[in-house]
């Protein structure tokens, strides 16, 4: 990962509401991991916040655009998944900066 894919990534979660969003995915993926391979619906987190559905999409999208989502279309809903090997490669370039 470069510089700039970071630099993508920390911006799309500096914003308090993708945040949120990203780490409410995080935990719905991982109480569903056993059961539905570690996807949820986002019509089933879409309930937890006080935002309107388009700016969740556009949310969902930064999101992905980033690289830390995985969304996908399954008939009429769209699940999402986190994508470990982003999490990875940013994981390991923050160790790597703090001399681990």
Known sequence: MDT???ARVMKALS?????????????????TFRTHGGECMVSDIMCSFSIGAP???????????????ITERKGKFL?????DSTIGEVA???AVKRGK
């Open 79 to 83: 699940v999402a998944r986190i994508n």
């Open 92 to 94: 390991a370039i923050l």
């Open 15 to 31: 914003n308090p509401n993708r945040l949120e969003l990203y780490l409410e995915i995080l935990k719905k993926c991982e109480a």
């Open 4 to 6: 700039k894919q970071l």
């Open 55 to 69: 700016t969740i999409s556009h949310h969902l999208k930064e999101l992905s655009d980033a690289g830390l989502i």
